[in-house]
């Protein structure tokens, strides 16, 4: 499982069809991607990573809170292109990422797992459609998370 995390101000996602809007003021863009072998572990994981990811701003200027101590939000999108391999010729190789029917719940399980157990707002894309999304990354802070 591969996350792209960006500390964000805002962020929103647009799907055109089916019609589809979401967004969060401050908190984090998550660009989730899931690999064949990922199982529900490695959503527990994540999820936990997430929801505790010591990279807001204390009273001292330092990056020392969680969205746990900050209250923002979470724009959870899924991103099957994170898993793509780049290291033969010039077109990226997906055979790594997981399809559809065992990645979507997945997914689903991190954004739950962080709402139901941790009580953070999640917002989330929709899996698997052509999706638009904005943000103003705070920092800029964007980290890669990577859990096998």
């Known amino acids: 499982m591969i996350a792209v995390v960006q500390r964000v101000l ?12 979401a967004s969060i003021e401050s908190g984090l863009c998550v660009f989730l991607g899931i690999h064949t ?20 701003n204390d009273d001292n200027d330092k990056m020392n809170c969680s969205l746990l101590e900050t209250g923002g939000g979470i724009l959870l999108i899924s991103q099957f292109t994170l898993v793509g391999d780049c290291m033969k010729g010039h077109r990226p190789s997906f055979i ?3 399809p559809p029917a065992s990645a979507a ?3 689903t399980e991190v954004g739950d797992i962080l709402t139901n157990q941790h009580g953070i707002s999640v917002k989330r894309g929709v899996f698997g459609a052509m999706m638009q999304v904005e943000l103003v990354n705070d920092g800029p802070v964007t980290l890669i998370i990577h859990r096998d």
Do not use: C, E, G
């Not at 805002?10 to 809007?21: G, S």
């Not at 072998?37 to 807001?56: E, G, P, V, Y």
């Open 10 to 21: 805002n962020a929103k996602v647009h799907v055109k069809l089916p019609h589809y809007q």
């Open 37 to 56: 072998s990922d199982t529900q572990s490695q959503a527990i994981w994540m999820a936990n990573k997430l929801a505790n990811l010591r990279i807001f």
């Open 96 to 98: 790594r990422a997981a």
């Open 105 to 107: 719940p997945l997914v």
